[in-house]
C-alpha cells in the first residue's frame, strides 16, 4: 500500500507557474504507475497526464499538452508536475494517484491540492 500527499499548489497569475509535488510513503513508489487528475468546480474529474514507474514514459491530455510536463525522482518517491503558461481554464483541485502495473484502475490516491489561475 502507498500513501500519497500534493502539494505546491496556490494562486498563480495567468501565464504563470507552479510545480506541484506528490509525495509517496509505504510500499516501493518505483512499482507505480502515476496519474494526475484535476477536478474543477462543477465539473467531473479529468485526467491531466500519467508518468510510469521508470519515468521514461509519459502522456498528457490534449488540454495540457506543451504546458505541463510530469516528471519523478523515485530515490525522493516523488512525482513532479509542472505547469507553466497557466490558463484560469486550469483552475482545480490537482490529485495525483498511483497503481500498480497490475491493476486496470488507480488504487490509492492523494488529498488533493488547489490551483487558482487568476485571469
Known amino acids: 500500500q502507498v500513501q500519497l500527499v500534493e502539494s505546491g499548489g496556490g494562486l498563480v497569475q495567468a501565464g504563470g507557474s507552479l510545480r506541484l509535488s506528490c509525495a509517496a510513503s509505504g510500499h516501493s513508489f518505483s512499482d507505480y504507475n502515476v496519474g494526475w487528475f484535476r477536478q474543477a468546480p462543477g465539473k467531473e474529474r479529468e485526467f491531466v497526464g500519467y508518468i510510469n514507474r521508470s519515468g521514461g514514459t509519459t502522456y498528457y491530455a490534449d488540454s495540457v499538452k506543451g504546458r505541463f510536463t510530469i516528471s519523478r525522482d523515485n530515490a525522493k518517491n516523488t512525482v513532479y508536475l509542472q505547469m507553466n503558461s497557466l490558463e484560469p481554464e486550469d483552475t482545480a483541485v490537482y490529485y495525483c494517484?498511483?497503481?500498480?502495473?497490475?491493476?486496470?484502475?488507480?488504487?490509492?490516491w492523494g488529498q488533493g491540492t488547489q490551483v487558482i489561475v487568476s485571469s
Open positions: 494517484a498511483a497503481k500498480t502495473i497490475w491493476s486496470s484502475k488507480y488504487d490509492y
